[in-house]
């Protein structure tokens, strides 16, 4: 059901409140203007605004406010300029609270002779994060999970979707016209103020501000104001509270404007670093909403964000201009003085803190540090009207060291693809798990139409994060392998910008699984864990590559074999990128996204590369250019996998792909491939991290010309495999 009230702590605004807000609130949806709007909204749903109202709020409203401050002067003297403060609220406040918030500061500011402009714009970000680091992330919830497992969910389960979707939004409210379309509502406002200002000049001075996400708006509004004919000569000030907008975007669209004195003051309040890591997030994240934005809703993992204290010390641009003991750069809490104090304690306490607001108010009216009387009337805090999340305690994870290792295994096989079924890997999922039960695993399994983008990722990540010290996971998924766009950024490889991807029974409507994707997944494998993968798809290995529709009609295909790949048409990569925030059906989304892109220049600085560190041993079915097959009722891979696995258990990772290898041989155009950082390949197959590294195994030749006894051994072990194989395909028992 939509709200129809604006409610803070039980209050509601009334319709005249409503009214009176058209004044001073521009209200966006998805960036956009309404067509038609109310002269006296009733609700918040009611509450809309046009091009028009803007142009009227500008013409009008503001003209009339200064017209009555220019009777105050006295006679003979020219009327000092009058601020006009433009507000952008964070990510976390929806239509309602935002305003709920104009209409507490509006008449604050008016008192201290300001004219406030706020904008709301649309975010349902709040309650995407509310479902994500809260009990709708998995079977346990995560009360009882790490940071770095909260990391991940937040990444997969919708966060990183709707924090894309609120900066297209942001940057769209400041497009011009595209296509011959409407243009974005802060674009409207930018050209109402540039268009006054040149008639009027003198007349005001302008001051931004912004909270949190609210700096990504104003990254792409503010260089609005120095456009064209009529463009401003100077912004008085920009100020800038927690801001989660990154580093890169601030030093391509803002850090410019105040090195050249275009903008005159440019200053951020944030918290200390040791402050962020006390914060608490949603009461289960044990750190500031903004190390969640960098670590999980940000193209690549840890971007650099400007609101971060460590961050900022190694951007060394940036802290050039900001300096340490300026009034530009606030790190609480701190009692500095007039125009530099902030209590706030927690992310979300900036815009509702009294010193902080107390100290932008002093900024922007021109109350100095010390001296004259302090004239600025108190600001009116008090409770949120965002209301918090209410923290749970969260127990540490469970698992003494010393307890007896669990093995606990997923095993994902589909086959009821809509459009091109496959016929093995449901028999594959089967095979691994009786495998992997008879070894002793505990074994979970999704097959067919369970096997969603959401159901996977969430049992995937709920085998990784449930695990402890000296736990054994694996996990095996058999199905079409495909190749995606690459939406990052992050893809540098010479065979073009393109993800791998494996895909759910629901990849068809966008539902896929980039690398990127799993790779979020093997970031929180906690200390201790032994993960292998087996995955029998295409495109499953860790680097990427692109094998174009005409290259894979000449893969050499034998006859009766299914390749286990897929190519996308046009409408599902359309419904791949509308799920990544990245439509192409909708020319002003677009447009936003590319802006979105282009003034986030480190997305692609440095090639992804094999994790140093990684957890996780890849034993993959192909290599990245190759096509994986399946035929007489099972992958190629897992076949020749399970007879190694049933035969020599004890091998290690790299001799386990070698013996599976050498039973392939030239019979199909099909190479495993394993991918395991540092001593990962030399540990043996499906061990626990608390078991030794086993002896190294000779990779020399003997001076009489015969092998090595470690190849004497997989040579002995093909040749009973292979002989295995002739009697089984001859129908021998």
Request: hydrophobic share 40%.
């Amino acid at each position: 059901m939509p709200d129809t009230t604006a409610t803070a702590r039980g209050a509601t605004l009334s319709a005249a409140q409503l009214t009176a807000l058209r004044k001073h609130v521009v209200h966006t949806e998805d960036g956009r203007l309404a067509t038609a709007a109310s002269a006296r909204p009733r609700t918040v749903d009611d509450f809309k605004t046009t091009a028009d109202d803007v142009k009227r709020m500008v013409d009008v409203d503001l003209a009339a406010f200064v017209d009555q401050l220019a009777k105050k002067t006295p006679a003979g003297e020219a009327p000092p300029p009058v601020p006009v403060f433009i507000w952008a609220h964070g990510g976390l406040t929806d239509k309602a609270a935002g305003l709920q918030t104009a209409e507490r500061q509006v008449g604050w500011w008016k008192k201290n002779g300001v004219y406030p402009i706020h904008l709301v714009w649309e975010s349902g970000f709040k309650t995407t994060l509310e479902d994500v680091v809260r009990g709708k992330a998995g079977k346990r919830g995560f009360t009882d999970l790490t940071d770095l497992a909260v990391e991940a969910a937040a990444r997969l389960l919708g966060g990183r979707k709707f924090w894309d979707d609120m900066k297209v939004d942001s940057a769209g409210a400041c497009l011009p016209s595209v296509e011959g379309g409407d243009a974005g509502g802060a674009y409207v406002l930018a050209a109402a103020l540039r268009e006054y200002m040149a008639a009027n000049a003198g007349a005001i001075e302008l001051h931004i501000a912004g909270h949190s996400a609210g700096s990504i708006y104003h990254s792409h509004f503010v260089p609005r104001l120095f456009e064209g004919d009529d463009k401003v000569d100077s912004v008085k000030s920009v100020t800038f509270l927690a801001p989660a907008v990154r580093v890169d975007t601030f030093e391509a669209t803002l850090l410019p404007l105040a090195e050249t004195g275009k903008i005159e003051n440019l200053s951020i309040f944030t918290m200390n670093e040791n402050q962020e890591k006390r914060d608490n997030t949603a009461g289960v994240y044990r750190k500031s909403l903004l190390y969640l934005v960098s670590r999980s809703f940000e193209a690549e993992k840890d971007a650099e964000i400007l609101g971060l204290e460590e961050h900022l010390r190694r951007s060394g641009r940036t802290m050039a201009y900001l300096g340490d003991v300026s009034e530009r750069l606030v790190l609480g809490p701190v009692a500095r003085g007039r125009r530099s104090s902030t209590q706030a304690t927690s992310h979300g306490d900036f815009d509702n803190d009294e010193e902080t607001m107390m100290s932008l108010a002093r900024r922007v009216v021109g109350v100095p540090d010390s001296g004259e009387a302090d004239h600025v009337a108190v600001f009116p805090s008090r409770a949120r009207d965002v209301s918090e999340f209410t923290p749970a305690p969260r127990p540490e994870p469970t698992g003494a060291r010393g307890a007896a290792p669990r093995k606990l295994a997923l095993c994902i096989g589909i086959d009821a693809y809509p459009k091109d079924p496959l016929s093995g890997c449901v028999a594959d999922a089967e095979a691994w798990a009786e495998a992997l039960g008879g070894a002793g695993f505990t074994v979970e399994s999704i097959h067919n139409a369970d096997a969603t983008r959401d159901a996977i990722l969430r049992a995937m990540l709920d085998k990784v994060s449930s695990a402890r010290d000296g736990d054994i996971v694996a996990i095996q998924f058999s199905g079409h392998g495909t190749f995606v766009p690459d939406l990052d950024g992050d893809e540098t490889d010479a065979f073009g910008p393109k993800d791998e991807a494996l895909c759910p029974v629901d990849f068809r409507d966008g539902q896929l699984i980039v690398d990127d994707d799993l790779g979020a997944i093997w970031d929180a494998i906690p200390e201790g864990v032994s993960v292998t993968l087996f995955f029998d798809s295409c495109h499953s290995g860790s680097v990427n590559r692109e094998i174009t529709p005409a290259e894979f009609e000449t893969r050499k295909i034998p006859a009766g074999a299914t390749p286990r790949m897929t190519v996308l048409d046009a409408d599902e990569e359309a419904a791949f990128r509308q799920e990544r925030a990245a439509s192409p059906t909708d020319a002003f989304r677009t447009a936003a996204w590319k802006r979105v892109v282009d003034v986030e220049t480190d997305r692609a600085a440095v090639p992804r590369v094999q994790r140093a560190d990684g957890r996780e041993v890849l034993i993959s079915a192909c290599q990245p250019d190759q096509v994986a097959l399946e035929t007489n009722g099972h992958g190629v891979f897992t076949s020749a996998a399970l007879r190694v696995f049933a035969q020599t258990p004890t091998l290690s990772n790299s001799e386990f792909v070698r013996t599976v290898i050498d039973i392939l041989d030239d019979t199909y155009e099909q190479r495993p491939l394993l991918s395991a950082a540092g001593d990962l390949n030399a540990r043996g197959l499906l061990s626990s991290v608390r078991d030794g590294l086993p002896a190294a195994a000779s990779a020399t030749i003997e001076t009489n010309g015969h092998r090595a006894p470690a190849e004497m051994r997989t040579a002995a072990i093909v040749a009973i495999l292979r002989a295995t194989a002739d009697l089984l395909e001859a129908g021998g028992d």
